[in-house]
Structures are given as C-alpha cells and as structure tokens.
C-alpha cells in the first residue's frame, strides 16, 4: 500500500482536494498523481518538492511516495544543496525537514506505516470522518498540514485548502464547502476568530497545536464557532502525535497539554519528557526525548514546563522563558510574547519581545511584579506589531535574535 493506492480506492467522484480555483475529486487527484509518477525513475534518491501551490505539492507527493524518488516538501527559499545526495532508507516513502538543534536543515525519513498507522487513531480523536470537509491554511512544507491532509484523504474526508494569508478568505471557505472541521495553528485560529463577523455554526471540531494557547483564547474562539469542540495536541515532526487535550478538560493552567494518544507512552525522569512509540521517523530510539522539560500530574496529564534550552542562566540563577512569557501573556493587553536572553557589558540579561495594545514599559512591569520574581523580570522590554513565525507557527527566535 502507499499513499496513490489509498486515494485510487476512494470514490473517484467525491471531492478530495478544494482550492481556492479548483475542487479536485478523489479521481482526478489519483489520475493527475499517476501521470506525474510516469516520470519517476533513476537512483534512490531524495526528490525535492518546492511548488507553491498546494494542489501542485499534494500531487507530487502523493505520485513519488512509494517509488525510488523519495518525495521532501521544502519551503520554496530552503537551501537543499548540501541534502541533494543523501541516499534514503530502504523502506523510508517520504521525508519531512527540519532545521534541527544546529539551524541547518536536514531531512527525516518516514516509512508508510509510521504515518498510516496512526491515521485512524488522530481521526478518532480529532473528530475526523468521510463525512467531513475540513479546512486548512498554508503549505504542506509544514508537516502538520501535510499530516493532517493524508489523515483526512484517509478517512475519505474532503480538505479545503486555503493558499492565501487572509483570515475573511477563509471564513468565505468555511461558509461556502460547510466546513465541519477546521485546523489552523493558535496565532491562525486567533486572527479567524478576530476577523469573524457572524458566527460559523458550521464548524463541529477544532483542531490545533497546544502550545501558546490559553482558555482566553478558547472562550474568543467559541463565540464565533459556538458548535465546534476543540482538540489540543501536543506533537512533533520526530515522534508524531503525542498528547491532547479537549476543550471541556482545559483550565486557566498554560502548561496542560492532556493525556497521550492510544499507543504513546509518555514518562517524565529527572524532569524530562520521554515518548515511546511506534509511529516516529527512521534512526529515532525509543523512549526519546525532545529537549522538552514536564511533569505528569495525580490524573495522568502531562504539564508542559518549556524546553531545556529555554532555561537562561541570569547571573548565575536559571530563569524558565515559558514562565516569563506565560505572565506576561496574563497581562492585559499582551496579545504574544517570547524571551530571550542577550548579552550586554559581558552579563546576561533578560529581554523579552511583546505584540499588544495599549501598553508601556512601566505598567507592563508593574503587572509582572506579582507574577514573577525579581531576577525573572525582563531588563528590556521590546514592542513589536507581531513576532516572526515558522512553517508551524512556532515562534522564530533566530529572527528575534538579530532584531537585539
């Protein structure tokens, strides 16, 4: 089995694939794959994808996964030079990137069941059916978006696809195809909720990442899909899924990031979070940790408590980025946040940059005296319109770094 066999067996007149100018079915999408695989050929090798459509990308993929040319979505701008000569894994279909603990990009290899086999379990969890239409933003360089493309073609569901940035477009998409399910990274979920201007009683499931989201931003959502229960997950490129929590469980605690997923491990030594599962990408052993620090709580949840090197050393004393960027995002105002440390006549100082409204230097620090302690006060304070963002909506902090 790979992925063209799975999308040939589907019904060929039913919609797969909705872009903003063309709505594929299941067997156009088979046919267009099928034709596009004829040019497949040659040595094993890595076979890099950099269309900016998203239709372009999907049948690519889906045409060279399961052949010797192993199929990598890539960013349009990424340098893949030094990647052109790897010779992938014997059983690997596909590969994802990442940039790594280094910041140079490097390619992980999955194996079809890796990704297939867990299909049917994140369906469950996410609310996803044949009888769904889901709607999703941006491009499948982003392995969330791609995972959660072939989970719903899996399932026989239908995906509109939006292209383009703009939050009214999408809400113009989730009205038009009825869209019961909608995935979008938080920073997206927050601005379609900001921009509605009538409820989309449509929408029955939200899925996102759990990371950077907070009860205030549930209850800002829900006022405009009041329908829609929400799904939380926590998750990597490495390990896939991991934990998730539903909206009804979540509480005013950031940290909470819920239970794991049938057939995900989950333990916690010397503060460290360790995964064990079957469905990670190939040279991964297991239980594996990705940096991440944790605890697991009395009910079986997991606490998120930031990564090992989110921990800055500030004159000698550790301070967590993610407390100090969850207080501030306790702040009035605060719509984001993320901190840094920098040096500065040869002493390491705390700086924090803040997207907000309404606010200054003095009142800001003001609220922050009874959420923190003195030495995890920032020293500077940055005002920004909005903090640069990757491919997963993750915070860019190498960006930031040049904007000290």
Known sequence: MDYL???AEKPPEKAALITEEHTYTYGELAALARERRKTAGGARRVYFIKKSAIAQQLIEFIAFAGTDNVPV???QEADTEHLKDIVPPTEACMGAMTSGTTGRAKVLFRTYESWAGFFEEQNRVFGVTSDSCMFAQGSLAFTGNLNLYMGALYAGASVAAAGKFRPRLWQEMILKHSCNVVYLIPTKLRLLARGCKAPLNCVKSIIAGSQGFDKNDLEAVKAVLPNAEMTLYYGASELNYI???KDSE??????????PFKGVGVSVRDGEIYIDTKFHVDGVKCPATLGDCGSIDGNGMLHFLG???DMYNINGIKVSGLKVESALL???GVEDAAALAEKSGGKDLLTVFVVGRGLNKTGLLQKLHGKLTEHELPKRIIF???LPKNESGKTDRKKLQ???
């Open 307 to 309: 990564r090992r090197d």
């Open 73 to 75: 979505l890539a960013p």
């Open 384 to 386: 920004i319109d909005a």
């Open 243 to 245: 934990t998730y929590i």
């Open 330 to 332: 306790d702040c009035g």
């Open 250 to 259: 979540m509480t005013g605690d950031r940290t909470l990031i819920g239970r």
């Open 402 to 404: 040049t904007m000290l």
């Open 5 to 7: 066999q799975l999308i």
